[in-house]
């Protein structure tokens, strides 16, 4: 079988406006589980506030416009968090951490997810995505995500998890 858990970081570049964040995972499988840690492996001091839009997986993977939402997300290999049933189960945000699905903070008629790091919350403060309609499927040549953030800091880590892996690398 393959790994049970594959994760990798990438870090913001630009303040206060969206840009898109690339993973490449570093291993293949079939995972059950999406985990996202915004400002993830540190602490803050005071509130920040991070948002996520159009968790795009490779379209092997399946899975669920100056603004969060480029107009580009569409089809079953993207998420862009204004369809139904997409839920969070946030986690050491013992600090009063908190996600939501809220108006993108660039454009009103697009939803973003809202994440609120408070000083207390875990350095793993984080949350599993639910409502994803399916496993994520990486293959050896197919394992590059992508999500769009919008941080107010140059240098926000986000850390993307997959969990619950089987199975090695997967059939195209």
């Known amino acids: 079988g393959g790994p049970a858990t594959t994760e990798k970081d990438a870090v913001t570049t630009v303040a206060g406006a969206w840009e898109t964040l690339s993973f490449v995972m570093p291993d293949a499988g079939t995972y059950t589980t999406v985990v996202l840690f915004p400002n993830g492996r540190s602490s803050v001091t005071a509130d920040k506030t991070m948002y996520i839009d ?30 139904p049933g997409i839920g969070f189960g946030p986690f050491e945000n013992q600090g009063g951490g908190t996600v939501e699905i809220v108006n993108d903070p660039s454009d009103a008629a697009n939803k973003a997810v809202k994440f609120v790091k408070k000083p207390g919350d875990g350095e793993y403060f984080g949350t599993t995505i639910t409502g994803l309609g399916g496993s994520v499927v990486l293959t050896a040549t197919e394992k590059t995500v992508t999500l769009r953030v919008f941080s107010p800091t140059v240098g926000t880590n986000f850390l993307l998890k997959f969990e619950g892996g089987t199975g090695g690398p997967a059939a195209t």
Not at 56 to 74: I, K, Y
């Open 54 to 83: 159009e968790l795009q997986f490779p379209v092997a993977g399946g899975g669920g416009s100056g603004s969060g939402s480029t107009g580009t997300c569409t089809g079953a290999a993207c998420v862009d968090f204004s369809e």
